[in-house]
């Protein structure tokens, strides 16, 4: 049985830094892409980062370059990120997302965690 947990989010000022975790089991963690998703209210989900099966390649939203991070720790099935200078605007629901395709787009997602909540005031 395929599982992600997210854990991490929570409540910050704006300039403040958060770091996600996302816990994986049930599948092969090292063959899939591994995607950072974040969806607020009323908007669509949008892809904030994407990490490569061996970690060698990774991509990020423009709306997050240079301030937020993905990484993995294939030993422990885990994918990360760090998000620095948070914005008001980053407010969303953040999930992370395994597939078999490193595309852009939320279908091109397998399985889905259920979401951690990131709130940035300002």
């Known amino acids: 049985q395929v599982q992600l947990v997210e854990s991490g989010g929570g409540s910050v000022q704006a300039g403040g830094s958060l770091r996600l975790s996302c816990a994986a089991s049930?599948?092969?963690?090292?063959?899939?892409?591994m995607g950072w998703f974040r969806q607020a209210p009323g908007k669509e989900r949008e892809r904030v980062a994407t990490?490569?099966?061996?970690?060698?390649?990774?991509v990020y939203a423009d709306s997050v370059k240079g301030r937020f991070t993905i990484s993995q720790d294939n030993a422990k099935n885990t994918l990360y990120l760090q998000m620095n200078s948070l914005k008001p605007e980053d407010t969303a629901m953040y999930y992370c997302?395994?597939?078999?395709?490193?595309?852009?787009?939320?279908?091109?997602?397998?399985?889905w965690g259920q979401g951690t909540q990131v709130t940035v005031s300002s």
């Open positions: 997302a395994a597939g078999t395709s490193c595309g852009r787009s939320w279908f091109d997602y397998n399985y």
């Open positions: 049930g599948y092969t963690y090292s063959r899939y892409c």
């Open positions: 990490i490569y099966p061996g970690g060698g390649s990774t």
